[in-house]
């Protein structure tokens, strides 16, 4: 059991020694990695990776945007390179092959590149600030002697670190080129493992000329993004710059300036490549820009206002930060706020219905999500709502409205009552009248002029005037057939000469029960002797054939109705 414990164990311990080595190569891979937020540029010794389409980058968990992707150009990209020479005299040998080197590269720079020469022996000197007149840095160049008796690399190194680091934003590519034969003299000040964590961080990648290799420095070198070559003669130089200049700019932007000094792992995906590599996010660059309301729309089908803005904002999902008020001044109650806590849009839903009319909603208390925190530059917008059909009115079922109801209802019969009575009264008058003066009517069996027509006297007595039935011409006939849930099917004949509500509101012509239905479900209409249905802004919709209807649609023959657990099929009988 305790060898198989032990195996176990081993196993684990070879399986993490692969996984950080897998870790360590990909990071070799990256050459500079200049962070910041929200903008990262990096170098990949890649020359494929020139669609920006094809890739993809995260920060962390933060997807990044890749805005470009190419190979390095150096006719349009901008590089500063510190030339650091080491003059003692055991570089002596290699002095002509170093100053033709350094001569021919500066005859090559662009209008915007920059050269710095550092050299390195008995102490450290800046013979040359950054430029690029070719001719200023051949005269320097020419006049260093190689006769020094000491090498204080580290320090050299440390100098031109700090000095980089000023202006370490301003080129597409800043290294340093250093010809060495990595003999560190140094016995105080900046130690070998300083050096180490300094370069690193993938800001300023070290490549090192050296007449043999050094292990230590070699590897200082790698860790930068860089690394060193054994160059015995001029033409050996020139391989070298190649493999420094292929390489990959990658230009990519997070989605805020956001820079909290924690290591995160920065992953690069192209097809079946990964590359990843920890850095420090410890830079950014100000965002003085506040974010904006930038739309307000609404949402009728769903009952909810649509607000989106310039940029993420925090606490986009707090209902608290929104109020919706009409142009009477009426508040409107925001039910719920659907967003992510960082995002860019949000749906307001509302308590009540929308009805037609101008709404303002206005947002207190957000900021975007940047280091800065900037306020709203604006905190409300207004939209007009219109085309919204409003549903009809249910009767009030509160402790005032029933009793209202039921004396409107009084009064409506006291009235009717008493137009019945003045209309009884009237027509026993002229009945009078008309009794004395209507001549005698010969009875239907003798009436040859009308053969087989009822005659009737509304009167009494003799027969003395026809009964007509007018019909409406203008209705159309129905036959529904319901069924509701598992409930037997139900046969419905109607006439529709206007509109026919259905719904499970006793209001409706048509009411159902069923708990799926809204109250006033939708509408039937009579419109040029054609139907039409209409949703009543339902809470789950209605169906014509399988489909939702957005808008009024016409009604055909033998169409089927789905309305909560309700389905009916319409015949059109007239």
């Not at 440390?158 to 980089?164: I, R, S």
């Not at 290591?263 to 820009?289: F, H, M, R, W």
Request: aromatic share 6%; glycine share 4%.
């Amino acid at each position: 059991m305790k060898r198989f414990i032990i195996l176990i164990l081993t196993a684990l311990i070879a399986a993490a020694s692969v996984v950080t080595a897998f870790a360590d190569e990909t990071a070799n891979n990256f050459g500079r990695v200049n962070i910041n937020m929200p903008e990262l540029t990096v170098e990949l010794k890649d020359t494929d990776l020139d669609d920006a389409s094809e890739i993809e980058a995260y920060l962390g968990d933060s997807k990044l945007t890749v805005d470009d992707a190419h190979t390095y150009d150096q006719s349009q990209d901008t590089s500063r390179v510190y030339m650091l020479v080491d003059i003692s005299a055991t570089m002596n040998r290699y002095r002509n092959q170093v100053r033709e080197f350094i001569k021919s590269y500066a005859s090559r720079m662009g209008e915007k590149d920059a050269l710095a020469l550092v050299t390195v022996g008995n102490e450290v000197k800046v013979v040359l600030d950054e430029t690029n007149d070719a001719s200023k840095i051949a005269e320097k160049v020419d006049a260093l002697k190689f006769d020094e008796d000491y090498t204080h690399l580290c320090d050299a190194l440390d100098t031109v670190y700090n000095k980089a680091a000023v202006t370490m934003n301003d080129y597409t590519r800043s290294y340093v080129l250093a010809f060495t034969d990595c003999d560190d003299d140094t016995k105080t000040g900046v130690t070998v493992q300083e050096i180490a964590d300094k370069y690193k961080s993938h800001q300023l990648p070290l490549f090192i000329s050296a007449p043999y290799n050094n292990e230590k420095f070699s590897k200082i070198a790698r860790e930068s993004g860089g690394g060193l070559q054994v160059i015995e003669n001029l033409d050996e130089f020139d391989t070298f710059t190649n493999t420094i200049d292929e390489v990959s700019i990658l230009k990519l932007k997070a989605d805020n300036n956001n820079a909290s000094g924690e290591q995160k792992n920065l992953q690069i995906k192209s097809g079946d490549k990964s590359y990843n590599i920890n850095v420090t996010v410890s830079n950014s660059i100000a965002d003085n820009e506040a974010p904006s309301i930038k739309s307000l729309s609404f949402d009728e089908q769903n009952n909810r206002f649509v607000l989106t803005f310039s940029e993420k904002v925090t606490d986009a999902s707090s209902k608290g930060a929104y109020s919706v008020t009409d142009e009477n001044g009426k508040k409107w109650t925001v039910k719920s706020a659907e967003a992510q806590t960082e995002a860019d849009s949000v749906q307001l839903v509302m308590e009540d219905s929308i009805t037609n009319g101008v709404y303002t909603v206005t947002v207190e208390g957000l900021t975007d999500v940047s280091k800065q925190k900037n306020p709203l530059s604006e905190k409300s917008k207004s939209v007009e709502v219109s085309g919204i059909v409003p549903p009809p009115q249910e009767p009030m079922n509160d402790g005032f409205g029933f009793p209202l109801l039921i004396i409107v209802i009084a009064g409506a019969v006291l009235v009717a009552a008493a137009i019945i009575v003045i209309v009884i009264v009237l027509a026993s008058r002229n009945r009078q009248t008309v009794d004395d003066s209507i001549p005698e009517i010969v009875p239907p069996s003798v009436n040859a002029e009308r053969p087989g027509q009822e005659i009737v006297n509304e009167y009494g007595g003799n027969p003395t005037t026809v009964r007509h039935h007018i019909k409406n011409e203008n209705t159309i006939k129905l036959q529904l057939r319901v069924k509701t849930g598992n409930a037997s099917e139900q046969v419905i004949n109607t006439e529709v000469s206007s509109s026919v509500i259905v719904g499970r509101s006793s209001v409706c012509e048509i009411f159902i029960d069923d708990a799926k239905l809204s109250r006033q479900h939708f509408v039937l209409e009579n419109i040029n002797q054609e139907l039409y249905i209409s949703d009543l802004s339902s809470k789950n919709g209605t169906f014509v054939n399988g489909v939702k209807i957005e808008s009024r649609r016409k009604i055909m023959n033998r169409d089927r109705i789905l309305a909560g657990l309700s389905e009916m099929t319409v015949t059109i009988t007239e």
